[in-house]
């Protein structure tokens, strides 16, 4: 499957990204002040909120090393240009919490609070595993298994599992009770961005584990250690309804294990071998 499956490089992936450039300002959030003062139960939505910004704000900070672990031009310069989506998709959210959820505040104070929200597995991946795995790579940014974990973590479980998951099925939600387009819209540019991003980390690994078999134990490790935070992470805390989703937490595995499979199979190292 591999070999028939055409991955952008970091070249084509960095004109995609200058024809879509988007600013977090341009979003009209005059509905979603007016939807969010009316709702009775947010908690659900809460802690998808929460999640995001804890989460944007995690892969914001914790991208350079793989910046500075660039293996050419092409790549460092695609690179660049996620980093600063990154801080575009955070600002995005800071102004969702400043205009629609809470008062004007740092991005920090938004973090805090968000903080509280958030389940002690998605803590273990984002403000652990993420972390150790950005320190491991920017104290030698030669080292290709730690650029591999890097990538595995961040492209494939973040942004490719997580991301995405919550993408659909959060978006899936407000559409068709009709809240929050707003936040939707802004939602949606944020989507294609990760796409984006989630190409070139399956490039990138594709491309690893073509040049070196041993790469793709570093995936499976990887994967190995982090799949059960995952799958707990993608179950509503205790106190929500997750039934309004319209999806049990079964389905959200579901379709997250399906997605992670597809890619894992294009990068050479299919899931039943984890």
Known sequence: MSAQTHLH????????????????????????????????????????????MVAEERITTKFSGLLGAHGSEEEA????????????????????Q?????EPALIVEHVQRARAQVSAAFATIFDEQLVAA????????ADAAAKVAFVTIYHQILEGTLGLTTFEFATR????????????????????????HIAYGTWFLR???????????????????????????LTPPAGTDSSVLGASADELRAF???????????IGVPLTTL
């Open 256 to 266: 997250a294990l399906d997605g992670l499979s597809r890619r894992l199979n294009i």
């Open 207 to 233: 491309e690893a584990v073509a040049r070196d078999g041993a790469l793709g134990d570093v995936v499976r490790q990887t994967l190995r250690e982090l799949l059960p935070a995952v799958a707990e992470s």
């Open 98 to 102: 400043n205009e629609v959820v809470a």
């Open 77 to 96: 310069t695609f690179l660049a240009t996620q980093q600063v989506d990154e801080a575009r998709h955070m600002q995005f959210y800071a102004r969702f």
């Open 134 to 141: 950005h320190d491991r790579l920017l104290a030698n940014p």
């Open 173 to 196: 939600f407000l559409r068709r009770e009709g809240q929050l387009p707003g936040f939707v819209a802004g939602y949606g540019k944020i989507h294609h961005d990760e796409h984006r």
């Open 9 to 52: 490089d970091p070249q084509t992936l960095y004109r995609h990204w200058e024809e879509s450039q988007w600013s977090p300002w341009e979003i009209d959030l005059t509905a979603d002040r007016e939807q969010w003062e009316a709702m009775e139960d947010r908690s659900l939505i809460m802690f998808v909120l929460s999640s995001l």
